[in-house]
């Protein structure tokens, strides 16, 4: 529930605990934080988990008081691949425009590790002084943390076959991960791969808004998808895709001849791609947004880094010109970045 110095445009939920309450949420951020330095300190692991892991046997509650009591923008970002590169760099642009970012950079994105922001991040009273707290999590453990975090936007990168000892087959994670969007309240936003036949679908059902990203071009790529994708037939009728082109694996362009399933019109769109001639060059992107058209310089090489930086676009970028200053490791970004916003997506 908001309250009267919330900012207008995020959520918050009074989850503070009162009495005994503050007390045990106080022993459980304290040892947590001291469990993370000795582990640091004595070199067992990174301590990037353990925080966590402890904070929660004392209070279960730990992560859902302290997200739920600050008003930051929260985003969570999940998917099979490209979840720590595109969860980098949009804690480094939010870094450049001037926002606190709380963030499990480590990649650690069990449930612990994900804990270990709350514990790391706060103050012995719970208190996050923090602008974005942002949030990398496994595909998997996901459905767990939405319902304690409660985002306000949450990206989904795209979804392949991944650690089936713990998962399952794709279609089951599928599954999971539609039903978590499905729950989100409609304040939140949803920001989808429109390349990914699986991930275009999910949340047919969902209150929340979505927006769609992705390529738009057929400067790259090839003519039909590799023989390893792992989608390469509609999720509706079964009948095989056809592909104007594939980008990696199964993302691309793609289209159902049966049933018409195809491409969803893409919110944010790479729309021209031009890669580095000798393979180890920056690539140069061009991206459509609602708001206007961006130029960006992509200082790794590949059409695989072109589809992992279009993903935090969405998120964090607004058109405006190149400055000066900026980190060597993500140039050509925009003058104003600024989180996202829901608004009506373009016909």
């Known amino acids: 529930m908001a309250t009267e110095d919330t900012p207008a445009g995020t959520t918050s939920v009074n989850t503070t605990p009162s009495g005994l309450g503050k007390a045990r949420l106080a022993l459980a951020i304290s040892a947590g934080k001291l469990a993370g330095a000795s582990g640091r300190f004595f ?25 739920g009591a600050s008003t930051a923008e929260k985003i969570v970002i999940t998917g099979s691949n490209g979840k720590t590169t595109t969860a980098r760099m949009t804690a480094t642009i939010a870094d450049y425009a001037g926002q606190r970012v709380s963030h499990n950079r480590t ?55 991944d650690q089936l000892d713990r998962y399952g087959e794709l279609y089951s994670v599928a599954k999971a991960l539609d039903k978590m969007l499905e729950s989100l309240p409609e304040t939140s936003t949803i920001l989808l791969n429109g390349n990914d036949p699986q991930v275009a679908n999910f949340g047919q059902n969902a209150k929340a808004q979505r927006l769609f990203f992705g390529l738009e071009t057929t400067e790259v790529g090839t003519p039909v998808p590799e023989q390893s994708a792992d989608i390469i037939r509609c999720i509706h009728c079964q009948e095989d895709l056809l592909y104007e082109v594939a980008y990696m694996s199964h993302l691309g362009l793609y289209r159902c001849p049966n049933c018409g399933y195809t491409l969803p019109k893409l919110d944010f769109a790479a729309t021209a791609v031009q890669l580095a001639p000798d393979g180890e060059g920056p690539s140069h992107v ?38 000066g200053g900026r980190p060597d490791h993500l140039p050509g970004f925009c003058e104003k970045p600024h989180l996202i916003q829901p608004y009506a997506a373009t016909d």
């Open 107 to 161: 990649g650690s994105n069990m449930l612990q590790g994900v804990t270990s922001v709350a514990v790391n991040f706060a103050d012995m009273f719970g208190r996050l002084d923090s602008d974005v707290l942002l949030f990398e999590i496994d595909e998997g453990t996901i459905p767990l943390a939405v319902p304690e975090i409660q985002p306000d936007v949450v990206l989904i990168t795209n979804i392949f076959r």
């Open 43 to 67: 070199r067992i692991g990174g301590g990037t988990s353990l925080p966590g892991m402890i904070a929660r046997r004392i209070d279960p509650n730990i992560l859902k008081s302290v997200v």
């Open 286 to 323: 061009k991206i459509r947004t609602p708001q206007g058209e961006i130029k960006l310089d992509i200082p790794l090489p590949g059409v695989h880094n072109v589809c992992g930086d279009r993903q935090h676009s969405p998120g964090l970028w607004t058109p405006g010109e190149n400055t």
